[in-house]
Every structure is written in C-alpha cells, then in structure tokens.
C-alpha cells in the first residue's frame, strides 16, 4: 500500500517532468477550423415572397436568391433540392407541421444535383422560385417542398403546407449536399419570409 511519502514523491516527480520538457503538462491545442472554399462567409440567402398576399388556391410563390459572398469562385446548387432547408414555418403563430416522403433517382440524387450545379463567381447569384404545388403526401394539399440526400444516395423530402388562410413566417438556410468538392460554404443565420394566404 503506497505510503503518504511515496506519493508526495510521485506528485514532485510529475512536475519536475512537465518543466523539464518543452511542452509541458497542458493540453493539445485544438486545431484550426477549415476555412469554407474560397475563403469569406460562404452564401448570402435572400428570400422575398412574390407578392405580401395570396388568394385562397394560388400558388405561392418565393423568390430565392443565392449569392456568393466568398473570396473565390465556387459551385452552387441552382435547384432547391437538397440545398433549401426550411428550419421552421409558423401560420399566425401556430407551429406547421410539414408531412415526409421519400423520392428515388434512377442513377441516384447525387448525380442530379451534380448536373445543377452553377459556378458563381464573388458577388455572383443564382435564382429560382420555390413555388407550392398540391402534393400526396401532404394530404393533397398545397405545399411548399424541400429535400435532403440521404445515405442510399436518394432523397427525404418534407412538404409544408400552406393552403390554410393566415399569416405565415418561414425560417430557411441555404445548406447543400455534399455532392462534389469546391462548392460554396452553407449559410450563416437562418433567413426570414412572411407572407400572408388570404381567407376563402
């Protein structure tokens, strides 16, 4: 059994052994983030409802736009798949709850998203319209429809509905798959869109 003395010896011993080396007895500094491609605060979202107010049955419309706000050229995904994640939507302060579904490409979603992408140089944009449509698993009602890749190489899909009469706000981030290197870096804060679906 160690004695009081024996263990007072070990402790003197440590630190005589961290002063005597260059390091010391710290920890391991941890290393440094990889900087996004091209150096710079990666994509700039910006979304804009295409008019404050949509009559019962119209589709709505959001205009997206991706801008580049990197130092360098870098690839963007021109479609809404797998890029656009809407984080969280609410109607008149009620949480929406959005449906899922599963979707399957014939030579797999990567290769898809591959042949969309965009190269876009500093300050450069790309835009499309992410535009409700009525969809099954959504009960067939009107909805606003992202998706992710998932691990099969096909896609998760969630659908928002917004066919109810209200005021709707929708959080959104531009966060692309994976699909190839030199793509430009995922967005920073979430992004905010209102707009209000009139009543019949």
Request: aromatic share 4%; hydrophobic share 40%; net charge negative.
């Amino acid at each position: 059994m160690p004695t009081l003395l024996n263990m007072r010896t070990a402790v003197v011993g440590l630190l005589v052994a961290c002063l005597a080396t260059s390091v010391g007895c710290t920890a391991k500094p941890k290393p440094t983030p990889v900087p996004p491609p091209g150096g710079g605060a990666g994509v700039r979202v910006t979304i804009t409802a295409a008019k404050p107010e949509f009559a019962p049955g119209e589709p709505v419309v959001l205009h997206v736009r991706l801008t580049n706000v990197e130092r360098g050229s870098c690839k963007i995904l021109g479609v809404p798949d797998a890029a656009l994640a809407i984080l969280d939507a609410t109607r008149d302060g009620a949480v929406v709850v959005p449906a899922f579904s599963t979707g399957t490409y014939i030579d797999g979603m990567s290769s898809y998203l591959s042949r969309n992408l965009v190269e876009v140089k500093p300050d450069g944009s790309v835009d499309y319209d992410l535009v409700s449509e009525r969809a099954a698993p959504a009960d067939d009602r009107p909805a606003l429809e992202v998706s992710t890749l998932d691990a099969s190489d096909q896609s998760n899909s969630s659908y928002w509905p917004v066919d109810e009469p209200g005021r709707y706000e929708l959080a959104a981030r531009y966060l692309p798959a994976e699909v190839t290197g030199g793509l430009c870096h995922p967005s920073g804060d979430p992004v905010a869109v209102s707009f209000v679906v009139s009543g019949g």
